[in-house]
């Protein structure tokens, strides 16, 4: 089995990325996104994918995390494409419905090479969660979904507390990724042959 990884940097001047991502690892993690909240919900991923993720970003968050937010997803979903290759063989698809405590979120998602994010319920999302907007959050999913060219289908359902919305979508994100990225053929998994 050829080894599906990626290592990648992105310079520019809002943030300083380095990311390193084992899709077949044990959900070991080390991330200092500059950001704690999202550092919480990328740990969360991984390690519900059983990804191996190392991630460090210098960002411009003296005016806020949305750059570094924005950057990480795009870097993310950057290693995620490229450690795929050429998608041959994997599942594609993948669905979780995790609570927590009171909340209740649902992610879908299909590697499809079509970028797309549904995000609803919002509504249910304080107006700050960690110190920052909650339009943050969308915008990194966002990126990473387009970064990634998948369909990232993320619904909170019902939930008191943004925390554990937030957690509850990050759970289900990482197993929905645990199922897509399954090897279970050596067929490209689509009827037209191919994917975007």
Known sequence: MIPRKADLTRISNETNISLSLNLDGTGVTDIASGIG??????TLVAFWAGFDLRLRCEGDTHIDGHH???DVGLVLGQ???EALGDRTGIERVGF???PMDEALAEVCIDISGRAWL???GEELLPNVLGGEERDLWREHYKALASAAR????ISFIYGKNGHHLLESAAKGLGLALKQAV??????MPSTKGRLD
Request: hydrophobic letters at 50%; a positive charge; aromatic letters at 4%.
């Open 182 to 187: 399954r090897r279970s053929g050596k067929i």
């Open 150 to 153: 998948m369909n990232l289908h």
């Open 37 to 42: 909240l999202l550092d919480h919900l990328l």
């Open 96 to 98: 979780a419905r995790v």
């Open 68 to 70: 570094s937010a924005e």
């Open 118 to 120: 549904e995000w609803r």
């Open 79 to 81: 290693a995620l494409l």
